[in-house]
Every structure is written in structure tokens, then in C-alpha cells.
């Protein structure tokens, strides 16, 4: 069975400062994976996808992730982070091909300091 | 405007009923989810549907039941048999049988009290 692993439950970064958001995966193939970000009592945004081809996504609202198969990471960042990115951020993986399902990791609530 | 309509946004009920919650999408999506949000806990898998008049068990399905009689609707019960059923509740659907992408509602905070 497939599993995600954030490590870090919060994070704070400077208003400004660069961002990452780690995520790792277990999975024998590569699976597809996502990024998602939830404002406090909202639903879920996806940010981004992966499935093949460029390691590298660009997402929006200036996120993008990198794909290391090496490392099973796919590791969210931003340049600059705005007040606005405070909230959390889950990463996801779901089998490629086949009927599936997403499983979730347990998200990363960012903070966002003056 | 297309997309998935949860309601309704909170919900109260004593101990010992169930409730239903909707979740409603006019994407024509074929398939669709319910997942259950604790803090902490991040997602987890109810029941999802893949095509109408069939669904399958999550990794938490105990205490639940849904139908899916309608391509467009995908009803949660919560019986009296989930035993910590105060949870934030969330439905989604994706396109096709496999998740290429996943749309979320609003979301449903259900208090049982």
C-alpha cells in the first residue's frame, strides 16, 4: 500500500524569505503526485501534479515541486513567500493507471511571520 | 459555475442519530469521495464511488454508508455506529476512474453533541 510521509507538522518563514515543504513517498512505481493547500475551514486547492516526463512542475501561485525518484521526495517550494500562504499544505500520491484513489499525508501548516 | 457543492456547511446533532451530509457535482464527473478531516490527521478514505450504482469501502468506512444512485450525487450517512463522528467532512470527485485530478468541496463540520 502506498503512503506519504510529511515530516514537519508546522513551519515558519519570514514574509519574503524562500520556502520548502518536504514529502516523501512509498510506493514500489512511480506514482502520480499532487500538492494541495487548505485554508482554515475550506476545502482542498490543488497547486500541482506530477506523472511523468519534466522533474520539475510549475504550479499555481508561484509553487512549484521537484520530482527525485531517488530520494521518493517531491518536495513543494516558493522564492518569496507572501502573508497569503499561510495555511496547510498536503502532499498526495495515488497509483498511476488502474482505478485509484489519493492517499494523503498529514499536512504542513505554514506560518507566516512579519 | 461548475463544481461540487457540499452542504450543508455545519451541521449539529445529539448522540444516537444519524445524519446525512450532502455532496452534490455538476462536472460530470465520473468519480467521487468522501474523506474525513481531524486535525493532525490529514485525509482519510470513507467510501468512494467510481460509477453509478456501485462504491467501495475506504480505510475508514465503520459507521458509514452512502449510495450513489445519481452520477451527480454522492450522499454520506453517518450512523449511530461511528463512534467519534465530530470530524470535518470532505467530498470530492475526479473526472475519470483514475485520479488524474481531484476537485474538493467546501466541506461539511459536523458536531455531534
Known amino acids: 500500500a502506498q503512503s506519504v510521509t510529511q515530516p514537519d507538522i508546522h513551519i515558519t518563514v519570514s514574509e519574503g524569505a524562500s520556502l520548502e515543504l518536504r514529502c516523501n513517498y512509498s510506493y514500489g512505481a512511480t506514482p502520480y503526485l499532487f500538492w494541495y493547500v487548505q485554508s482554515p475551514g475550506q476545502g482542498l486547492q490543488l497547486l500541482l501534479k506530477y506523472f511523468s516526463g519534466d522533474t520539475l512542475v510549475q504550479g499555481i501561485k508561484g509553487f512549484e515541486a521537484e520530482f527525485k525518484r531517488s530520494q521518493s521526495s517531491f518536495n513543494l517550494r516558493k522564492p518569496s513567500v507572501h502573508w497569503s500562504d499561510a495555511a496547510e499544505y498536503f502532499c498526495?500520491?495515488?497509483?498511476?493507471?488502474?482505478?485509484?484513489?489519493?492517499?494523503f499525508g498529514k499536512g504542513t501548516m505554514l506560518l507566516v511571520s512579519p | 459555475d461548475g463544481g461540487i457543492t457540499q452542504s450543508p456547511k455545519y451541521l449539529f446533532r445529539k448522540e444516537g442519530q444519524n445524519v446525512t451530509l450532502s455532496c452534490e457535482q455538476n462536472l460530470n464527473h465520473d468519480a467521487m469521495y468522501w474523506y474525513r478531516q481531524d486535525p493532525g490527521q490529514g485525509l482519510r478514505l470513507i467510501y468512494y464511488s467510481q460509477i453509478v450504482n456501485d462504491f467501495q469501502k475506504g480505510d475508514i468506512a465503520e459507521g458509514y454508508s452512502v449510495s450513489r444512485e445519481k452520477k451527480e450525487s454522492f450522499p454520506l450517512t453517518v450512523t449511530s455506529a461511528q463512534k467519534n463522528p465530530t470530524a470535518f467532512y470532505l467530498c470530492?470527485?475526479?473526472?475519470?476512474?483514475?485520479?488524474?485530478?481531484?476537485?474538493f468541496g467546501q466541506g461539511t463540520r459536523l458536531t455531534v453533541v
Open positions: 470530492a470527485s475526479s473526472p475519470h476512474r483514475d485520479v488524474t485530478e481531484a476537485f
Open positions: 498526495a500520491v495515488a497509483p498511476p493507471k488502474g482505478y485509484s484513489t489519493l492517499t
